[in-house]
């Protein structure tokens, strides 16, 4: 497990997001988190995440928003805890969130609670 103390978690995870380019961004998304739950996102069918992923279409620049932060999420989760975790603290109720999937708080809008509430995750070790 990473030392917190001596390396800032998510020091330059925001930089990644920036600089990734929409293909990198979905895939990694899509690695991680699962087609579906991209999908439930952005409000997506299935399909079309895969044809952001493939370049074969390119996101709008709202869903291009939403799979930033999305990333920027999911980057600063995997820092610290594997594939697998970061999955399910996606798809999971969350006490931070009155109980909603942090998905479907992305979804509603709730991007920054949802980072919070992974900051806080990260932080509780």
């Known amino acids: 497990m990473t030392n917190l103390a001596l390396r800032p978690v998510g020091r330059d995870v925001h930089g990644q997001a920036v600089r990734a380019g929409s293909v990198v961004i979905v895939s990694r998304l899509q690695e991680i988190l699962g087609r579906d739950v991209v999908a439930i996102i952005t409000g997506k069918q299935p399909r079309q995440v895969t044809r952001w992923a493939t370049g074969d279409a390119a996101p709008t620049a709202h869903d291009q928003q939403l799979l930033r932060d999305t990333y920027q999420v ?11 975790v970061t999955r399910m603290w996606f798809i999971g109720m969350n006490p ?10 992305i979804t509603a809008g709730n991007v920054r609670d949802v980072m919070a509430a992974a900051r806080a995750f990260v932080n509780a070790g």
């Open 74 to 84: 999911v980057e600063l989760l995997a820092e610290v805890e594997g594939p697998e």
């Open 96 to 105: 931070q969130l009155d109980d909603q999937a942090p998905a479907e708080a």
